[in-house]
């Protein structure tokens, strides 16, 4: 038996708490077990850390950039974790998987110092999974930071030429079929699909909506805030602007909303209104312009900015939704609107309102979303491809019974916050041929904006036009839809 002295153990250290890190892993864990959004879930947990004065501004966006991002690059973090564990990523259970991709984002994707980078994120998995598990993402990040993020990307990218979609994919931190499905709806080459998967990426501005009749774009013109590039009535904030200082935000004269769907109601607006007697062979009716719907309202953005649009004009918008809950957030947008209106908890799938009644319709329908990735950064990973013919018979649904809405000579704005073609082209195709609707050119109606396509129908996106991917396509109500 050796006689050498044994070295005294070192006593035990307990793990430093990082507020900023533990928020985002909470919020990445109910992202994980509960399907929550991100954008739903952060905000709460940042006044809770800010009210225990545990966060400063400079806290509060570490850990915004640290949930988004982590989530955002979710995919090809996963494929870089996987070369770097030796077992199967299913194996590895979630909470340990969160801390890894936390830590791969550190370490790949901010500039925080690679070894403060592994550092803070051992010290999290010591607190948030034990002794036993940090040593296990201790190795794992010793390992992902071995190479930045362009190595990894050489090593885990197929070459574009022998997978087009999966080195996009991989590279730009999208699934492999919502490439195909970007690549279809947008056509061209590799460049604008770059750029769009780029600006997928980018972390978008926060854009008020001046509600007319009840506040000024110049009134929101505040601090670095610029006026927006296509809405008369956006106001872009600088980055990090807080809307909830901007006074008219407080008191709901304005709100926040991307300009993409401002410009889908101030389309729908604008479109040119036939009489309702057009086509009959009789006596031309005044054209009428009393009523309008919005048909899928909650949780209320274009609907207020329809209702303050018909009320300069003397009409009226019923505001329709199937949910009790949105309803009521319908409500509280609406409150204040200088006209009359109405709220409806309603199924527009089996309206309570007789044929013809409204004069302008607005659908903007339950989609995947894949327009509002920049957004929602974990829908991305969450959507699979069976998930889009699940929306169809809705989406059909609501546009056919859009066109019972409307009277003969009065528009529907068909709308989604999706590029995809089976939910946007698709849709209307189908539509116009069961009802013998007319499709309106709506890219006069959105002047001055480049890239608007072929038309008639219009798509918004990202990198061309600095807004979520929406779809507008209005169609007439004609004599032959009368019986649809």
Known sequence: ???????????????????????????????????????LVLPPLLDKARAKGEFDARDAALATELVYGTLRWQGTYDV????????????????????????????????????????????????????GRAKFVNAVLRKIAAEDLDGWLEKVAPAYDADPEEHLGIRHAHPRWIVSA?????????????????????????????????????????????PGRWSPYAVRLAEGGDP?????????????????????ALALAAAPLAPAGAG??????????????????????????????????????????????????????????PGPYAVVTADSTRPAWRPGTFDRVLVDVPCTGLGALR??????????????????????????????????????????????????????DDLIKETGAELLDARPLLPDMPGLGDGPDVQLWPHLHGTD????ALLRRTDAANGA
């Open 280 to 337: 009959n062979g009789g006596a031309q009716a005044a054209v009428r312009d009393e009523l309008w719907l919005d048909g899928c309202a909650g949780p209320g953005g274009k609907a207020a900015l329809l209702a303050a649009l018909a009320a300069q004009r003397g009409a009226r918008l019923v505001a329709a939704e199937k949910q009790p809950h949105r309803a009521g957030l319908v409500s509280r947008a609406l409150e204040g609107n």
């Open 80 to 131: 870089i974790i996987a070369e770097c564990v030796d077992r199967p990523l299913r194996d590895v259970d979630p909470p340990v998987l969160d801390v890894l991709a936390l830590g791969a984002h550190q370490l790949l994707g901010t500039r925080i110092p690679t070894h403060a980078g592994v550092s803070a994120t051992v010290e999290l998995a010591r607190v948030v999974l034990g002794d």
């Open 182 to 226: 970007l690549w279809d709806a947008l056509g061209g080459g590799s460049a604008g699909m770059e750029e769009l998967l780029e600006a997928d990426n980018e972390r978008p501005e926060v854009t008020l909506v001046a509600r007319p009749g009840r506040a000024t774009p110049g009134e929101l013109l505040t601090g670095d805030a610029v």
């Open 244 to 264: 909830g200082e901007v006074q008219a935000v407080r008191e709901g004269r304005a709100g926040v909303q991307d300009e993409g769907s401002q410009l889908v």
């Open 375 to 428: 957004r929602r950064p974990e829908a991305r990973w969450r959507r699979r491809p069976e998930d889009v013919p699940g929306f169809a018979p809705l989406q059909r649904n609501l546009l056919r019974q859009a066109l019972h809405a409307v009277r003969a000579g009065g528009v529907v704005g068909y709308a989604t916050c999706s590029p995809h073609p089976a939910e946007t082209r698709a849709v209307v």
């Open 1 to 39: 038996m050796s006689n050498r002295p044994r070295r005294p153990s070192k006593p035990y250290r307990r793990p430093r708490k990082d507020p900023v890190r533990i928020l985002a892993f909470e919020a990445l864990r109910a992202v994980d077990e509960r399907d929550a959004y991100a954008n």
């Open 469 to 472: 991917a929406m779809y507008l």
